[in-house]
């Protein structure tokens, strides 16, 4: 995959990718333009984040206490509240496709037992579908 790629505070205090897909429409574009292109939507991005964190939440967290959480809190992590779960989860990487497209990435550690959590928000910057695990 064609793209640039560079380390970025997403959110407060959190280091993470941050790559913009240099391919289709995007392929012969200037650098200094696909820079302006990633920094508008990462200044966007980091406003947004919060609310892509809570959407993150609303989609996982009863997956995560009804089939990844331990009862038994002894052998591993238990149920969580929102509170709780939010302060679990992390956004670790964002890639901004030509189509102005993005797949957000965030870390959890091993509450889904070493998956991560991958949501993709489309164009006009809205949701397109559900938060959903990964690897």
Not at 42 to 55: F, Q, Y
Not at 86 to 106: E, H, Q, V
Request: with cysteine.
């Amino acid at each position: 995959m064609h793209s640039w790629e560079a380390e970025a505070e997403l959110a407060p205090g959190r280091p993470g990718c941050f790559a913009i897909v240099a391919e289709a429409e995007w392929a012969d574009t200037n650098p200094a333009e696909l820079f302006e292109i990633g920094a508008e939507y990462l200044a966007w991005a980091k406003e947004a984040e919060p609310r892509i964190r809570e959407r993150v939440a609303d989609d996982l967290l009863d997956v995560y206490n009804q089939s990844w959480a331990d009862q038994d809190p002894e052998e591993g992590t238990p149920p969580m509240d929102r509170r709780e779960f939010l302060t679990n989860i992390w956004l670790s990487g964002i890639t901004l496709y030509p189509d102005g497209s993005a797949c957000w990435d965030y870390s959890c550690g091993d509450l889904f037992a070493g998956h991560g959590i991958w949501l993709r928000l489309g164009p006009e910057r809205e949701f397109k579908g559900k938060a959903s695990l990964i690897g």
